[in-house]
């Protein structure tokens, strides 16, 4: 069964550093496209990032775009999420995703994702 587990989350200040951390298993990880996508207390799943198979191609949302850096390291079957200058917005529970073709074609969208992870929760203070 495929697992991605994310590791990396926890309580910050504002202005902080984190990178979390997306390590997938049971699954040919180069041949997927990695997404992390975020959910606030009240507030509908939001994507945040992705990053095609071959990491030719990185997209971003436009809350975090300047600030957060997608990566992944096909050796290792992770996938990771930096995020500078943490603003209280961003707290919400972060989940990493991987899919095929479908990702490719719409990448921001959640349905494109075949496989998720349980979450991991980010909580900056002001």
């Known amino acids: 069964q495929v697992q991605l587990v994310e590791s990396g989350g926890g309580l910050v200040q504002a202005g902080d550093s984190l990178r979390l951390s997306c390590a997938a298993s049971?699954?040919?990880?180069?041949?997927?496209?990695m997404g992390w996508f975020r959910q606030a207390p009240g507030k509908e799943r939001e994507f945040v990032a992705s990053i095609i198979w071959s990491g030719t191609n990185t997209y971003y949302a436009d809350s975090v775009k300047g600030r957060f850096i997608i990566s992944r390291d096909n050796a290792r079957s992770t996938a990771y999420l930096q995020m500078n200058s943490l603003k209280p917005e961003d707290t919400a529970i972060y989940y990493c995703?991987?899919?095929?073709?479908?990702?490719?074609?719409?990448?921001?969208?959640?349905?494109?994702?075949?496989?998720w992870g349980q979450g991991t929760q980010v909580t900056v203070s002001s």
């Open positions: 049971r699954i040919t990880f180069s041949s997927y496209s």
């Open positions: 995703a991987a899919g095929l073709l479908g990702v490719e074609r719409a990448p921001t969208r959640s349905n494109s994702y075949n496989y």
